[in-house]
């Protein structure tokens, strides 16, 4: 079956400008979860929704918000995009509690 | 959930074993021990995970000691496409609580050698 299908793959923004990213998990996954990747952070925790509930966030300022819908597939929006924002973010999705977590190939946003 | 603790790199040959240690002194009883890999550009990739059992599957073998607090994730057969960053998570049994948060480390940079 297909894995997880994160679109757009590339994507230039410029500062103060917004973004939407899309998530469409493994189907028959209800959790989904996105993550930041930075050179210098890492890997980075975003949110996490199951059942179009957020059930649990990170440490990330308001201009980073989530939504899922009823079929599962997910959004993150990034509101005013600063040049820190740049960045490969990553949606996981997992069937059920306790059960690993199969990533996309991310969406890779550069913010000139 | 716990911290983990990886040597930053490791090389192996191609073809012989890679093992990849990983401290988690701080582990709870509920909390399992996960391995992920990232290809470089690549989404992170599920390995194997397991609680205090030795685990088995298809791409690795998981070695947890017998206190917990420390585990060995071997590559039986290295190949050039294992190149990558291992990452070592441990995380809570979340049955009752539902939260996928994953905390990654470092990693470890495994490079294998022809």
């Known amino acids: 079956k297909a894995g997880v299908t994160q679109t757009p793959r590339y994507l230039i923004k410029t500062r103060g400008q917004q973004v939407t990213l899309s998530c469409s998990p493994i189907s028959g996954h209800r959790s989904v979860s996105w993550y930041q990747q930075t050179p210098g952070q890492g890997l980075q925790f975003l949110f996490e929704y199951f059942s179009e509930t957020q059930r649990n966030k990170g440490n990330f300022p308001g201009r980073f918000s989530g939504r899922q819908f009823s079929n599962s597939r997910s959004e993150m929006n990034v509101s005013t995009l600063e040049l820190g924002d740049s960045a490969l973010y990553l949606c996981?999705?997992?069937?059920?509690?306790?059960?690993?977590?199969?990533f996309g190939q991310g969406t890779r946003l550069t913010v000139v | 959930d716990a911290k983990t603790t990886q040597p930053p790199s490791m090389d192996c040959a191609e073809g012989r074993a890679a093992n990849l240690p990983c401290n988690h002194s701080?582990?709870?009883?509920?909390?399992?021990v996960y391995w992920y890999r990232q290809i470089h550009s690549q989404g992170p990739q599920y390995i194997i995970h397991?609680?205090?059992n030795n685990e088995t599957n298809e791409m690795a073998s998981l070695i947890i000691t017998e206190d917990r607090k420390s585990s060995t994730l071997i590559l039986p057969h290295a190949t050039l496409r294992d190149t990558a960053v291992y990452y070592c998570i441990v995380r809570v049994d979340r049955s009752n609580f539902g939260n996928e948060k994953l905390t990654f480390g470092t990693g470890t940079r495994l490079t294998i050698i022809p």
């Open positions: 701080t582990i709870s009883g509920n909390e399992y």
């Open positions: 397991g609680l205090k």
């Open positions: 996981a999705s997992s069937q059920d509690v306790n059960t690993e977590a199969f």
